[in-house]
């Protein structure tokens, strides 16, 4: 059975930093691309990052590139997401999901999500 | 940026069929996935590939694009459907994922 279980979400001052775990198991973790996605409350989805299978390709939506880093421990199965300089706006559940190496990618898994607050 | 839109609710009574738009520029031309929302939930792929379905989705669920316009297709509409739905491609051009706003489906 696919599991994806993220973690590290909290409550996080403006400016602040927060980092986000994924673990995954039961599909072989290589074999697949990894995303970051959010959800603000009340809001509609929002892709944030992928990471290719090996780690070499990253992709970031233009909200959080240069403030968020994407990376996997493929040794581990597990995804991160290091969130700098975290704005007001950031607050969000942010689900890990997993998705084929294929030219457009979706996303098969998904996890119950991790909730971040930015607040003073 | 590419842009993706959809109705932001639909109504449909039990044993009808909904069908859910996702508008976007020569939308036909790329891949479209489907994603169904229940509250409290994540999400949860139920059409990808403009018109496959994963393993366990219901044949009830299917897919169309052509031109600028996607379409999910739910037929049959059963109360359990009651949920948001998001259209989503990945723009090659600028490679990034892309969300439609979101369709309510409301089952009366």
């Known amino acids: 059975e696919v599991q994806l279980l993220e973690y590290g979400g909290g409550l996080a001052q403006p400016g602040g930093s927060l980092r986000l775990s994924c673990a995954a198991s039961?599909?072989?973790?290589?074999?697949?691309?990894m995303n970051w996605v959010r959800q603000a409350p009340g809001k509609g989805l929002e892709w944030v990052s992928l990471?290719?299978?090996?780690?070499?390709?990253?992709y970031y939506a233009d909200s959080v590139k240069g403030r968020f880093t994407i990376s996997r421990d493929n040794s581990k199965n597990t995804l991160y997401l290091q969130l700098n300089s975290l704005r007001a706006e950031d607050t969000a559940i942010y689900y890990c999901?997993?998705?084929?190496?294929?030219?457009?990618?979706?996303?098969?898994?998904w996890g119950q999500g991790t909730l971040v607050t930015v607040s003073s | 940026s590419y842009v993706l839109i959809q109705p932001p609710s639909l109504s449909v009574a039990p044993g009808k069929t909904a069908r859910i738009t996702c508008g976007g520029n020569n939308i036909g031309s790329k891949s479209v996935h489907w994603y169904q929302q229940k509250p409290g939930q994540a999400p949860v792929l139920v059409v990808y590939d403009d018109s496959d379905r994963p393993s366990g989705i219901p044949e009830r669920f299917s897919g169309f694009n052509s031109g600028n316009t996607a379409t999910l297709t739910i037929s049959r509409v059963e109360a359990g459907d009651e949920a948001d739905y998001y259209c989503?491609?990945?723009?090659?051009?600028?490679?990034?994922?892309?969300f439609g706003g979101g369709t309510k489906l409301t089952v009366l």
């Open positions: 990471i290719s299978g090996s780690g070499g390709s990253t």
């Open positions: 039961g599909f072989t973790f290589t074999d697949y691309v």
């Open positions: 989503q491609v990945w723009d090659t051009s600028s490679d990034h994922g892309v």
């Open positions: 999901a997993a998705g084929p190496r294929v030219n457009e990618y979706h996303f098969d898994y």
